[in-house]
């Protein structure tokens, strides 16, 4: 990870690919590289991000990140939504049950 990081620099995509390769293993680092590109980028897509891995690490904010990028981008980020709660905790799933009804059924 320390060599991830020392390559990434300031650049959103880089973060949001450390987040990407160390979220199986290490969800504080994947959180923390996700906060840094929604910081650097506030796109909806990198608030899906940084939401989904709030909720990983227990922090119900998360949540509010979930919806708000729906609301921003309900097309791209529903579809990420759905792939997600496939294979999510069921808890982290039925906390966003309303914010799911947005994108449909």
Request: aromatic content about 4%.
């Amino acid at each position: 990870v320390d060599h991830e990081v020392s390559i990434c620099g300031s650049v959103a995509a880089s973060w949001v690919h450390l987040m990407l390769v160390t979220e199986p293993t290490e969800p504080l680092v994947a959180r923390k590289a996700a906060e840094r590109a929604y910081r650097l980028d506030a796109a909806p897509a990198n608030r899906w991000h940084r939401g989904r891995l709030r909720l990983a690490t227990g922090d119900p904010e998360g949540v509010a990140d979930i919806a708000a990028a729906i609301e921003q981008e309900p097309g791209t980020v529903c579809r990420a939504f759905s792939r997600w709660a496939r294979t999510a905790p069921a808890e982290a799933v039925a906390r966003l049950e309303g914010t799911r009804r947005r994108c449909g059924p």
